[in-house]
Antibody
Framework: EVQLVQSRAEVKKPGDSLRISCKGSGYSFTTYWIAWVRQMPGKGLEWMGI????????RYSPSFQGQVTISADKSISTAYLQWSSLKASDTAMYYC???????????????WGQGTLVTVSS | EIVLTQSPGTLSLSPGERATLSCRASQSVSSNYLAWYQEKPGQAPGLLIYDASTRASGVPDRFIGSGSGTDFTLTISRLEPEDFAVYYCQQYGSSPLTFGGGTKVEIK
């Protein structure tokens, strides 16, 4: 079974750094793009960016460029989303998703991780 | 960037009724690369339809995707109690990939 398992919920203060994770299993981790999707409280879905673990090619949405860092460690089949200085406006649910078409940057998403809730509050 | 507009924002229907959800793109979606997802409270979204009209594995045949170019539709032929949820369309024909704002299907 193809599965993405994300790290647990986090509560942080403004200015803190954070890295959340997404571990893939049941497929060849290095041959499918992984994307991150944000969902702010009560809002819709926003595509943040993607990474290809095979060669670490990374593409960011213009809306998130410079705001977050996407990375991966293919030795442990894990992708990461990182902030150097959190803001209250980063409070959201974050999902990792796999591109369904092998090697394709343009693809639908399946499966989805269970989500990581990040709460930033003083 | 392609902007997707979903309508209506909320659809109030009874079990057994037909639901028609619209997703309109600000420009033509390349190769009709459009997907639909279902989100239930407390759960991650799940894939229903891709390539505008192909049902994902295990999705009941009451879910029907159609359309091309800039106008796409998700039809639920007869609503079951488990179908009351929020539905999102997504285009993956060009980067950045974008989502519509969602349509909530609620019990009337």
């Amino acid at each position: 079974e193809v599965q993405l398992v994300q790290s647990r919920a986090e509560v942080k203060k403004p200015g803190d750094s954070l890295r959340i994770s997404c571990k893939g299993s049941g497929y060849s981790f290095t041959t499918y793009w992984i994307a991150w999707v944000r969902q702010m409280p009560g809002k819709g879905l926003e595509w943040m960016g993607i990474i290809y673990p095979g060669d670490f090619d990374i593409r960011y949405s213009p809306s998130f460029q410079g705001q977050v860092t996407i990375s991966a460690d293919k030795s442990i089949s894990t992708a990461y989303l990182q902030w150097s200085s959190l803001k209250a406006s980063d409070t959201a649910m974050y999902y990792c998703v796999r591109h369904s078409r092998m090697g394709a940057t343009l693809s639908w998403f399946d499966p989805w991780g269970q989500g990581t809730l990040v709460t930033v509050s003083s | 960037e392609i902007v997707l507009t979903q309508s209506p924002g909320t659809l109030s229907l009874s079990p057994g009724e037909r639901a028609t959800l619209s997703c309109r793109a600000s420009q033509s979606v390349s190769s009709n690369y459009l997907a639909w997802y279902q989100e239930k409270p407390g759960q991650a979204p799940g894939l229903l339809i891709y390539d505008a009209s192909t049902r994902a594995s295990g999705v009941p045949d009451r879910f029907i995707g159609s359309g091309s170019g800039t106008d796409f539709t998700l039809t639920i032929s007869r609503l079951e109690p488990e179908d009351f949820a929020v539905y999102y369309c997504q285009q993956y024909g060009s980067s950045p990939l974008t989502f519509g704002g969602g349509t909530k299907v609620e019990i009337k």
